[in-house]
């Protein structure tokens, strides 16, 4: 079983900073990828970061990293805006399972909610 959990969401005032973390565990033998989207009611998922990858909206706010010695992604959040308060996803590629049955398995965390607001 593989798995997703993210934290580090909460309330922030507008112009404030927030990061995320979001860590895989399971049986993982490769994570390929590692990304953020984000999610407001009645709207689709979009996606907020990933490798080199930002939405115009985002770009010079905020920030994605990775530490593959922990199996974690982070996104560092900087000048939020009211516009930013959605649940907020990892997502992850992966090749798991157990030796000699690998199988590429994608997976989404379950959400952290991120609030901008004065």
């Known amino acids: 079983q593989v798995q997703l959990v993210e934290s580090g969401g909460g309330l922030v005032r507008p112009g404030g900073s927030l990061r995320l973390s979001c860590v895989a565990s399971g049986s993982i033998f490769v994570i390929y990828t590692m990304d953020w989207y984000r999610q407001v009611p009645g709207k689709e998922r979009e996606l907020v970061a990933g490798g080199t990858k930002y939405a115009d909206s985002v770009k010079g706010r905020f920030t994605i990293s990775r530490d593959n010695a922990k199996n974690t992604v982070y996104l560092q959040m900087n000048n939020l805006k009211p516009e930013d308060t959605a649940v907020y996803y990892c997502?992850?590629?992966?090749?798991?399972?157990?030796?000699?049955?690998?199988?590429?398995?994608?997976?989404w965390g379950q959400g952290t909610l991120v609030t901008v607001s004065s």
């Open positions: 997502f992850a590629r992966t090749l798991a399972g157990q030796s000699g049955s690998y199988r590429n398995v994608d997976i």
